[in-house]
């Protein structure tokens, strides 16, 4: 239970199917202080665990507070200025979902006589034909959430509950108005819940004491263009904030960690009709075993998909090619592979 809408949402329709259900909030937030804890917590805070404890109550469910600062500090914090350090861009709650809210979560709650975990995600799990388990995708497309959950194991989904994932989120709130919680109209959590001013460099320094040096920023002939900040605030696609006086709109088409170059290009450098992925985890198969398999793709989290063919490239590697070039394929996100309602696979872009 995050304090949100949607987590305790979840909770009271689990109740009215007639679970035994626990309310527990991952304490993960860094800070020992209680300030700074409520004031940068997100989804992790003090105010949170308040606005849970509070639903808890109401619903009359026993509730705990779990600590896993130490699991959270090393497979989020630590992959997440890793990534960054590398040029790469990284998705933290892809990280998150799969070895902190996943994997330590469901690992304690088995261990203290739980069958399941549950939550508010805007998604559903299934057991497919093949008897393989699926994340499958949520009835509204603006909420569907699918794409950060595509890492999960067959493990992990077959002790996971999803009940949020068949209401579009209007009802989801009008049911905690009529149950009368509190947070019925509390506003979504936009930003990442350990860097909620979004300065990446400014949390990178604090955290580790490396400071991202200034470079060069260059075109694709390696020709000096001017000079950038640090290669961590920059993106693949990027536009805005890069201060080049070039007469007209010019963008990140590449990050070169390993010369500490920022290349720059045309809007149409930005497109791509290929990507190689790695790290890849398969749910509704086992894997492609030589098949070149129709399906479609997402790049990002906001990405509408895209129809492309994919097939194996070598160990846990994976080529897509898109029927149409796509905008700002950026190593370090996740490519996630749908086939029809129901998640592939994916992994992570090259």
């Not at 990442?192 to 490396?210: K, M, N, Y």
């Not at 536009?239 to 809007?267: C, S």
Request: proline content about 4%.
């Amino acid at each position: 239970m995050s304090g949100g809408v949607d987590s305790s949402v979840a909770a009271w329709l689990l109740l009215e199917q007639g679970y035994d259900v626990v309310g527990v909030t991952m304490q993960i937030w860094q800070a020992e202080d209680a300030d700074t804890q409520s004031e940068n917590g997100g989804c992790c805070g003090l105010s949170a665990v308040e606005d849970a404890r509070r639903v808890a109550w109401k619903l009359g469910i026993p509730y705990y507070v779990m600590n896993f600062r130490e699991e959270f500090k090393k497979q989020v914090i630590d992959y997440f200025v890793d990534e960054y350090i590398h040029g790469r861009t990284p998705n933290p709650c892809i990280a998150c979902n799969r070895y902190v809210k996943w994997e330590s979560l469901l690992s304690r709650s088995l261990e203290i006589g739980a069958d399941y975990i549950a939550t508010g995600h805007y998604a559903g799990v299934e057991r497919l034909p093949n008897g393989r388990y699926a994340v499958r995708t949520s009835v509204t497309a603006a909420k569907d959430q699918t794409y950060a959950l595509y890492n999960l194991t067959q493990r992990q989904l077959q002790h996971t509950l999803m009940p949020v994932g068949r209401y579009h989120k209007e009802e989801i709130r009008a049911i905690a108005e009529r149950i009368g919680i509190g947070v019925a109209h509390k506003p979504d959590s936009q930003e990442i819940c350990f860097i909620p001013d979004h300065d990446h460099t400014r949390f990178i320094r604090e955290t580790t004491g490396v400071c991202m040096p200034e470079g060069n920023f260059v075109d694709r002939q390696g020709h000096v263009l001017g000079r950038h900040q640090g290669i961590s605030r920059y993106t693949i696609g990027q536009r805005k904030g890069l201060n080049l006086a070039m007469g007209h709109p010019v963008f990140v088409t590449e990050i070169r960690p390993e010369t500490n170059e920022v290349v720059i290009g045309e809007a149409e450098d930005v497109f791509s009709d290929t990507l190689t992925c790695n790290r890849i985890n398969w749910m509704a198969v086992d894997g492609l075993h030589g098949e070149v398999k129709k399906v479609t793709a997402k790049i990002r989290y906001a990405h509408r998909g895209a129809p492309c063919e994919i097939e194996e490239a070598g160990e846990d590697l994976v080529r897509v090619r898109f029927d149409e070039p796509q905008r700002a394929v950026t190593p370090g996100q996740a490519v996630v592979f749908y086939d029809g309602e129901y998640v592939l696979g994916g992994g992570v872009i090259l």
